[in-house]
């Protein structure tokens, strides 16, 4: 037998339902070893067959999805022909979210963290390679020197998975001003946007009773979130990390009048978007 391994084979760029945060953007780095014996060509498995049969796997279960805990306290679960229907009473209040069923992974747990989700993942992924071999995985957090926050969001004009109207990501930030990184302002940034859904304000239904509903219709089909208006902050732009960027230079810049402010928003791990 032998091992071969992957380190950051791909990210889950996700969001999941928490009884005590509500709503949760999240990326999970994905480590794999494969166990087995040696082929014709001396290998357990080809590097280029690991990535693309793991990775059109991950796509195809959990990246870009919400992750819903069926055993979650406070949890409602309805399903109406391919649309699935939530609600969650959580500690910050209500929420609600509509969606095609593609759009969410139920998973048969009662918390979302590392442990649930690469039992999951392992379900999914051990049969799409041979029988002797065997799937290990490990999902990590990005170490992250400084300021981060966890967001989720919406692009109703993405032609792929990014259309899920609650999917996210765990992001660090980075504010230079002048040139030298102003930790105080990244801190200040991540502790408002501290488990933040970043709602364009073209998408926003109505409001009312400390609530927003947003709704859109999607090249998939519907999608309604409704979620406590404490955790939202609402853009007058869409929420792609390029946009994102571009509102936070906008809004931070006056903070640090008279200087050069640059803006380096992460979408997830090792992409983002520079402003200023």
Known sequence: MASLFVDNLSVIDCAYLDAQRGLV?????????LDGPLDAQSMVLDFSQTKRRLKAGIDASLDHRLLVPRQLP?????????QLHLQLDAAPGRYEHRSPASAVCLLDAARIDTETVAAALQRQLQPLLPPAIRLHLNLRHEAIEGAYYHYAH???KHAGLCRHIAHGHRSRVELRVDGVRDRALEAQLAARWRDIYLGTQADL?????????FAYQACDGAYELRLPESRVQLLDCDSTV???AAWLHRELAPLRAGHRLQVRA???????AIAG
């Open 74 to 82: 406070g949890l409602r679960i309805q399903e109406d022909g391919a």
């Open 154 to 156: 919406g692009l109703k």
């Open 25 to 33: 953007g999240e990326s999970f780095l994905v480590d794999v070893v």
């Open 266 to 272: 992460y979408e997830g791990w090792g992409k983002g």
């Open 242 to 244: 390029e946009e994102i």
């Open 205 to 213: 239904l109505d409001r009312g009773d400390g609530q927003l509903h």
